[in-house]
């Protein structure tokens, strides 16, 4: 009876081996989940660099399509970097295969915007502020030669969201310090950028500078639908009804739905930052806008003017 017991536990404790292999990716999937780091942008080519940070693979799409399609447009450098590898955001699959899937997802995002992209290989709901992390933070803004670091605020529900947005404030002096990574300092610090949030504790986003994207706004949207994953299907918290396999119309349906929704996403921006939009391109022009992003200066790294502003967002 007890081998018979211990023979259960074995297989138990089998099954949940495989259940854990499942989840967590194998070198071949590692490999493929980790995007080439993209080349730095020629130096002094008068173009601004720009550099995107979100906490997995949709996220700085999310906080910088629409921004970072007006950059491209006028020639300048735009890097998206997804921190974790997304492996375990999806309802009915992880792992993996997940993670190449959504490194394929926003690499079709990136071509679409006109930009590049780096997705980390760190697994999703596990990354920390920890001193490696933190020098490979700064050893990204390095290489970039960063003018503009956007994240999102440190105040957030998500622990990826809330330790990636740390990783990229401890960055933010460490960027200039001579020995902190063997890649060479920036002589300027970055001026770095908060995308808006609706979390009112412990302190509430303030807009600083608010772009209009109207111009670019159906080509963000394409772009972002790309994310079949996060977006039509929902994630993880979706589920097999919201975009079901052999069902064209519900599909269809569905992309409309989604479509839709994320407009309203950056119409409630241009409403709720009106002002920053009036305040940037005057009364007429700002109260005219229907989409926009907006940012706040962070209070670490270079502290830009209304003028510095302008120059850095030539829109």
């Not at 409403?271 to 670490?300: H, M, P, S, T, W």
């Amino acid at each position: 009876m007890k081998s018979v017991t211990l023979l259960a536990v074995a297989a138990l404790g089998f099954v949940a081996g495989l259940q854990f292999q499942e989840r967590r990716p194998d070198v071949a999937h590692a490999q493929a989940a980790a995007a080439r780091p993209a080349p730095a942008p020629p130096a002094n080519d008068g173009k601004l660099r720009i550099i995107v940070f979100g906490a997995h693979p949709d996220d700085a799409e999310y906080r910088g399509a629409g921004v970072a399609m007006k950059w491209a447009k006028q020639g300048h450098h735009v890097k998206l970097v997804s921190a974790t590898n997304g492996d375990i955001g999806h309802w009915a699959m992880a792992g993996g295969p997940l993670a190449a899937r959504r490194l394929r997802e926003v690499q079709a995002v990136a071509e679409k915007l006109g930009v590049t992209n780096q997705v980390l290989d760190i697994h999703d709901g596990e990354i920390l502020p920890t001193l490696e992390n933190r020098r490979t933070f700064a050893r990204l803004i390095r290489e970039w030669g960063a003018d503009v670091v956007i994240v999102n605020r440190p105040n957030d529900y998500h622990p990826d969201h809330r330790y990636t947005s740390i990783l990229v404030q401890d960055s933010a002096y460490m960027v200039g310090v001579p020995f902190f990574t063997e890649i060479p300092p920036l002589k300027r610090n970055p001026v770095f950028l908060y995308a808006s949030d609706r979390f009112q504790r412990p302190n509430p986003f303030r807009a600083d500078v608010a772009v209009g994207i109207d111009d670019v706004m159906e080509p963000t949207l394409d772009a972002l639908l790309l994310m079949k994953s996060q977006i039509q299907e929902g994630g993880a918290d979706g589920n097999a009804s919201l975009y079901p396999e052999n069902d064209p119309a519900a599909r269809q349906k569905r992309d409309a739905e989604v479509r839709a929704n994320l407009a309203r996403r950056y119409a409630r921006e241009a409403d709720n930052n009106r002002d920053a939009l009036i305040k940037f391109y005057g009364a007429e022009k700002g109260r005219a806008f229907k989409y926009a992003q907006a940012y706040e200066v962070c209070e670490y790294g270079r502290q830009p003017s209304v003028e510095d502003l302008k120059k850095l967002m030539p829109f």
